[in-house]
């Protein structure tokens, strides 16, 4: 259910109010007794949540398999980047 902003005319109070879409608006502010006017807000963003959304997450190449490179050699015990020059073999 959407939250709806609403100002008033008489008392410039503006409020929100959680409401189904199919509720009708809201006609007198909870403040005065004025009328009120319903305001066109841009809404929620989209929120993610985790430890990251990717385009590639996704992303095959068309044979079932994930588009995500694994290395075939594991890091370094030294120094954990294999730029040491130690020879893991």
Do not use: H, W
Request: include cysteine.
């Amino acid at each position: 259910m959407p939250t709806y902003e609403y100002v008033c005319t008489s008392c410039n109070d503006k409020f929100e109010i959680f409401q189904s879409i199919k509720d009708d608006p809201v006609q007198t502010c909870p403040q005065c007794g004025g009328q009120v006017k319903r305001l066109i807000g841009t809404g929620a963003g989209i929120i993610f949540k985790g430890s990251g959304f990717y385009v590639t997450d996704y992303k095959n190449n068309g044979n079932g398999k994930s588009n995500k490179s694994a290395s075939a050699q594991p890091a370094c015990a030294t120094c954990d980047s294999g730029s040491c020059g130690v020879d893991l073999d």
